[in-house]
Structures are given as C-alpha cells and as structure tokens.
C-alpha cells in the first residue's frame, strides 16, 4: 500500500543549526511529494512540492529532493531560525487515488535561540 | 491556489450537543477534504465531500456523527454530533487544487473542546 514515514520528533536545534528531516514513502505509481508546515496554533501550509523524480522542491531557504531511487523525500535548511520551530508533514499524493494525500506522523521541530 | 475560509476558528462544547463546522472556498472546487487532527498526531481523513453526491467516509468514520454537507462547487459542513470528550481535535477542510497534482490546501482549522 502507500504510506509515508517520517523522522520521529521532537528534533531539537540551535538557531543556525543544518537540519535535516527525514521522509521515506512507498507508493505504487508516480506521486507527487510534498512538504507542509504548521505553526504553532495555524492551519497547514504548503512548504515545498515535487512533482516527478530528480525534481527539487524549495522555498524560504528548505529544500527536498525527490529520490525515487531511495524512495525519498528528505527535508534540509542550511541555516535555522528560532522561526522555523513548527510541525512538519510530509506526504505523498496519487492522481489515481482520488486526489487524496497519504500523510507521515509530523516532525516537531524546536529551535533554542 | 485557493483560499480557504474555515469558521468557527475554534469553540467550546459542552458533551451531548452537536458544532458545524463551516468552510468556504473563494473559487470553485470538485473535491473537498474533511480532516481530524487529535493532539499530537497526525492528520486523518474523515471524509471527502463531492458536490452533488453523498459524502465518502473513511473506516471509523459515520455519517450518523459526522454528517456533511456540500450544496455547491464552494462550500461544505461538517457536523459533529452528540460530541463527547473523544471529539476535542482540530477539524481542517481542505480542497485539491484542481489541476491534478493532488496539491492541497487548507483552511486555519477549527480548534474544538468538548466540555
């Protein structure tokens, strides 16, 4: 079946710290994968996507690469910021499965000025 | 995109009584998404809401408790009924893109106590 596993939380950094976040799925077909975030008492937003194999998603200095080869999809920041503390989704989503996305367990992420 | 407008943003129920939920899409949508996230967890998927047709639950999910609505291509309910303790969550609506990418999006949630 689909899933998506994720890195267990809560990952604690200091500020300016590299982070990186871990998400590996199983899928059959070709998903799109996807992360969001949610701060603290706010709905979800769409973070960063990639749509096909080799794509790299990117925004507000995180990125992702889709590795189909190692069914992957892991999360990196060079540099965090007190800011960035939040909840982070990673999720596979399948055209054929009537749009729905298959969410990994979230990722609290803490960061200590 | 879309912009999603959820409502109430939260609430406080006493045990017994019954909260819709309400979300407003700002353009038309075909699939809407009604999620639960208890505390802590991630998020499940209740149900999901096509216009014109009857809702489509997901196992542990009945339409007696989670009644849905979806009158037109850019509104949708959710009610939770007889609410007991078990039911504090926040509630997301959410709605796919509609260009086929299966991106979503997502209103601010509804933060639900029951008392």
């Known amino acids: 079946g689909n899933s998506v596993t994720q890195m267990e939380g809560p990952v604690t950094l200091s500020e300016e710290a590299f982070l990186t976040i871990n998400c590996t799925y199983t899928a059959t077909g070709y998903p799109s994968l996807f992360w969001y975030v949610q701060y603290p008492g706010e709905g979800l937003q769409l973070l960063l996507k990639a749509t096909k194999a080799d794509d790299k998603g990117s925004n507000k200095g995180f990125e992702a690469t889709y590795r189909k080869e190692t069914t992957s999809f892991h999360l990196e920041k060079g540099s965090v910021q007190v800011s960035d503390s939040a909840v982070y989704f990673c999720a596979l989503g399948l055209t054929d499965s009537n749009y729905q996305l298959i969410w990994g367990a979230g990722t609290k992420l803490i960061i200590k000025p | 995109s879309a912009v999603i407008s959820q409502k109430p943003s939260r609430d406080i129920c006493q045990r017994g009584t019954s909260l819709t939920i309400q979300c407003q899409v700002d353009s038309q949508v075909t699939m809407m998404f009604w999620y639960r996230q208890q505390p802590g967890q991630s998020l499940t998927l209740i149900a999901t809401a096509n216009q014109g047709s009857e809702a489509t639950y997901e196992s542990g999910f009945v339409i007696d408790k989670f009644p849905i609505s979806r009158p037109n291509l850019t509104f949708s309910t959710l009610t939770v009924s007889n609410m007991s303790p078990e039911d504090s969550s926040i509630y997301l609506c959410?709605?796919?893109?509609?260009?086929?990418?299966?991106?979503?999006?997502f209103g601010q949630g509804t933060r639900l106590t029951v008392v």
């Open positions: 959410s709605v796919e893109d509609g260009t086929g990418n299966t991106e979503a999006f």
